[in-house]
């Protein structure tokens, strides 16, 4: 059964920090992996996808990596801003076509002015 | 990636009474997915629901308390029946873009409080 780790829980971090969130999955056969952000009580945006056969994707300040034999991945947000203030959740689908999403429990990222 | 409108945003509703959440896509989509975020966790995966098709229902949750509707590609609904503060929770759809790489785009979420 597929878990995915999200550490750590929650991060507290200056603005304009450089800043690194991990994820860790069991089960190396993914067919994808994906970022979103969740600010409170509302849905998903989603940040960036990363398919298995790649290594890693950007967008803007967000860099994301993965690293699938070793069941990895990390989310580079530079230059940290005020609004990049949320809960950022990782997910998986499983290969094979299961076409469910395996989420961790997020990090909660919080960007003091 | 496709747009999802899902409303209401919020409700407060009784014990015992019932909520239809929509959720409208704006382009066809084979699969759309209902997941419960209850307070301080993460996301659960309620119900997988194809056009024309019965929806495929995870373990511990019943179609009974989770009904849920797909009368065409770009909509469907999930109804909370004889709700109680138990299914107080933050309700989302969701769809896979095959056209996207199989990524998952996510409606902007209904937050239900049950008193």
Same mark, same amino acid.
């Given at each position: +059964?597929?878990?995915?780790?999200?550490?750590?829980?929650?991060?507290?971090?200056?603005?304009?920090?450089?800043?690194?969130?991990?994820?860790?999955?069991?089960?190396?056969?993914?067919?994808?992996?994906?970022?979103?952000?969740?600010?409170?009580?509302?849905?998903?945006?989603?940040?960036?996808?990363?398919?298995?056969?790649?290594?890693?994707?950007?967008?803007?300040?967000?860099?994301?990596?993965?690293?699938?034999?070793?069941?990895?991945?990390?989310?580079?947000?530079?230059?940290?801003?005020?609004?990049?203030?949320?809960?950022?959740?990782?997910?998986?689908?499983?290969?094979?076509?299961?076409?469910?999403?395996?989420?961790?429990?997020?990090? +909660?990222?919080?960007?003091?002015? | 990636?496709?747009?999802?409108?899902?409303?209401?945003?919020?409700?407060?509703?009784?014990?015992?009474?019932?909520?239809?959440?929509?959720?409208?896509?704006?382009?066809?989509?084979?699969?759309?997915?209902?997941?419960?975020?209850?307070?301080?966790?993460?996301?659960?995966?309620?119900?997988?629901?194809?056009?024309?098709?019965?929806? &495929?229902?995870?373990?511990?949750?019943?179609?009974?308390?989770?009904?849920?509707?797909?009368?065409?590609? &770009?909509?469907?609904?999930?109804?909370?029946?004889?709700?109680?503060?138990?299914?107080?929770?933050?309700?989302?759809?969701?769809?896979?873009?095959?056209?996207?790489?199989?990524?998952?785009?996510?409606?902007?979420? &209904?937050?239900?409080?049950?008193?």
């Amino acid at each position: +059964k597929q878990e995915v780790t999200q550490i750590p829980a929650a991060l507290s971090v200056p603005e304009g920090e450089n800043l690194v969130l991990n994820c860790s999955f069991t089960d190396s056969a993914i067919y994808n992996l994906q970022w979103f952000r969740q600010d409170p009580g509302k849905g998903l945006t989603s940040l960036l996808l990363i398919q298995s056969s790649q290594r890693e994707q950007t967008s803007g300040r967000l860099n994301a990596s993965l690293d699938k034999s070793s069941g990895r991945s990390t989310l580079y947000i530079a230059a940290s801003q005020p609004g990049d203030s949320a809960t950022y959740l990782c997910a998986v689908v499983a290969q094979g076509g299961s076409e469910k999403l395996v989420f961790g429990k997020g990090t +909660k990222l919080t960007v003091n002015p | 990636s496709a747009v999802i409108s899902q409303k209401p945003s919020r409700d407060i509703c009784q014990r015992g009474t019932s909520l239809t959440i929509q959720c409208q896509v704006d382009s066809q989509v084979t699969m759309m997915f209902w997941y419960r975020q209850q307070p301080g966790q993460s996301l659960t995966l309620i119900a997988t629901a194809n056009q024309g098709s019965e929806a &495929t229902y995870e373990s511990g949750f019943v179609i009974d308390k989770f009904p849920i509707s797909r009368p065409n590609l &770009t909509f469907s609904t999930l109804t909370v029946s004889n709700m109680s503060p138990e299914d107080s929770s933050i309700y989302l759809c969701s769809v896979e873009e095959q056209a996207w790489g199989y990524g998952y785009t996510f409606g902007s979420g &209904t937050r239900l409080t049950v008193v």
